[in-house]
T-cell receptor, first 113, second 113 residues
Framework: QQQVKQSPQSLIVQKGGISIINCAYE??????FPWYQQFPGKGPALLIA?????SEKKEGRFTISFNKSAKQFSLHIMDSQPGDSATYFC????????????FGTGTRLTIIP | NAGVTQTPKFRVLKTGQSMTLLCAQD?????MYWYRQDPGMGLRLIHY???????AKGEVPDGYNVSRLKKQNFLLGLESAAPSQTSVYFC????????????FGSGTRLTVV
């Protein structure tokens, strides 16, 4: 069963626009929600993460919004740049990340000039 | 400082052949993981280890075995390769403690013909 559902599968955004990727989870025991960024031919790399005691976390142009009651969280990329073109994975874990991560299926983001 | 290193980077196997993928880390990670990445399916956990001498099954363990005899190495074995095991394999390491992310290797692309 898929415990973390991610959408959309692919996304095309114009340079300077806002990219939004959504994830929904089922297990209410999850308490750590990271996003990973993967460039072609590379392994995923941690981008930003949030815990459910806050509703939003911002790091530069990247923001996670978290809705605990809806069991949803999303990644917003402001002022999207061609260098942001990559595949993005949401994930969830228990025990503040000490338990194994369950990943979403990924979103291929393309930023066009 | 190499981080997490996977060998080999590419391999083609014939059905029924065996092979071992090596993951080596120099970051003193307690936890190590093997994931496979397939189009549209995200990253799925095969096996993982929470310390030297320990291993556990993940989401898709069938057809694979692992060993962690030394803290810095995590081996993934395929005893009798099948075409369904054609995939990109990623190893990751993690430091024990809250909110630490995974450090991934650069992947092994395996094709079984």
């Amino acid at each position: 069963q898929q415990q973390v559902k991610q959408s959309p599968q692919s996304l095309i955004v114009q340079k300077g626009g806002i990219s939004i990727i959504n994830c929904a989870y089922e297990n209410t025991a999850f308490d750590y929600f990271p996003w990973y960024q993967q460039f072609p031919g590379k392994g995923p790399a941690l981008l930003i993460a949030i815990r459910p005691d806050v509703s939003e976390k911002k790091e530069g142009r990247f923001t996670i919004s978290f809705n605990k009651s809806a069991k949803q969280f999303s990644l917003h990329i402001m002022d999207s740049q061609p260098g942001d073109s990559a595949t993005y994975f949401c994930a969830a874990s228990m025990d503040f990340g000490n338990e194994k991560l369950t990943f979403g299926t990924g979103t291929r983001l393309t930023i066009i000039p | 400082n190499a981080g997490v290193t996977q060998t080999p980077k590419f391999r083609v196997l014939k059905t029924g052949q065996s092979m071992t993928l090596l993951c080596a880390q120099d970051m003193n990670h307690e936890y190590m993981y093997w994931y496979r990445q397939d189009p549209g399916m995200g990253l799925r956990l095969i096996h993982y280890s929470v310390g030297e001498g320990t291993t556990a099954k993940g989401e898709v363990p069938d057809g694979y075995n692992v060993s962690r005899l030394k803290k810095q190495n995590f081996l993934l074995g395929l005893e009798s390769a099948a075409p369904s095991q054609t995939s990109v394999y990623f190893c990751a390491g993690k430091t024990r403690g809250p909110n630490y992310g995974y450090t991934f290797g650069s992947g092994t692309r395996l094709t079984v013909v």
